[in-house]
């Protein structure tokens, strides 16, 4: 039998969110399903006795908050928050406004603070919880034309890894999650946007990029069915994982990473090691 639970998914409308959502409720979980449009969410899920729909705008302290109580009043708790919503801003970093960097950081890393920080009390209250953010393989090492983008993943993951061991003696869990390309709705026109002040010097290596990104929309191998079914395993684990790579991609550019990291810090270690007071 499984221990049914309360999740609080952001972004739920459209994309990995509605998966995630439709993996928790076949399970028999009780769903708050947040956007910013719900008419999006409800098309997208239906109705249910176990769903709620709650209207969110993640960088609206005052949403989140409403959002929470919601839940609370609906279901009595709140067992799972999922940090889904995002967008994506490529581009070259000259090229990339400031307003826009500004954007892409308040939809995908201060729009997670602000809703796990409205969470927090009840879970805090409950002696219980799990936090799940979903970051992005961006958010372990960073790509050429992905530097807003990069810049959100990586503050999101050192607020989390932080977060984590802030809120651990609390009983609540914490999840990084980075899938690899998954074959959502990030890469559509109504999720990503892209640099809009052009520098002749780029032109060439822009064009190349735009012609990737734009192609891989709706060619990515991920299956973000699977995953939503993969994010409910874990959240059923009695010990979750801190980090969660999510994809075969994903797995190889951790790899990488890791031995990356492993060669640089090998090279300079014996200058490194010589530097004590």
């Not at 979903?134 to 890894?161: D, H, N, Q, R, V």
């Not at 990084?176 to 709705?185: A, D, H, K, L, Q």
């Amino acid at each position: 039998m499984v221990t049914q639970k309360v999740w609080l998914i952001t972004g739920a409308g459209r994309g990995m969110g509605v998966d995630i959502a439709k993996a928790a409720l076949a399970s028999g979980h009780k769903v708050v399903a947040t956007a910013r449009n719900i008419e999006n969410v409800r098309k997208a899920l239906g109705e249910t006795e176990n769903l709620f729909v709650v209207k969110l705008d993640v960088t609206s302290s005052a949403d989140a908050a409403a959002a929470a109580r919601a839940a609370v009043d609906k279901f009595g708790g709140i067992d799972v928050l999922v940090n889904n919503a995002a967008n994506f801003i490529g581009g070259y970093f000259e090229e990339l406004t400031q307003e826009q960097i500004i954007q892409q950081l308040q939809t995908s890393l201060y729009g997670p603070m602000i809703v796990t920080r409205a969470v927090l009390p009840v879970m805090r209250n409950q002696g219980s919880g799990h936090i799940i953010s979903i970051s992005s393989t961006a958010g372990l090492t960073s790509y050429e034309f992905c530097s807003a983008y990069s810049s959100a993943k990586f503050g999101l993951e050192g607020w989390m890894l932080a977060l984590q061991a802030e809120v651990a003696p609390f009983g609540i869990n914490t999840t990084i999650v980075n899938p690899g390309f998954f074959r959502t709705e990030l890469l559509t026109e109504q999720s990503s946007q892209y640099a809009d002040n052009p520098i002749k010097d780029y032109n060439e290596r822009r064009a190349q990029q735009m012609e990737f990104w734009k192609g891989a929309n709706g060619q990515q191998s991920g299956d973000p069915a699977k995953l939503g079914h993969a994010l409910v395993k874990i959240a059923g684990e009695e010990k979750p994982p801190v980090r969660f790579i999510a994809g075969a991609d994903a797995v190889g550019a951790a790899e990488q990473v890791a031995a990356t990291l492993q060669q640089q810090t090998d090279a300079y270690r014996e200058l490194s090691s010589s530097l004590a007071y």
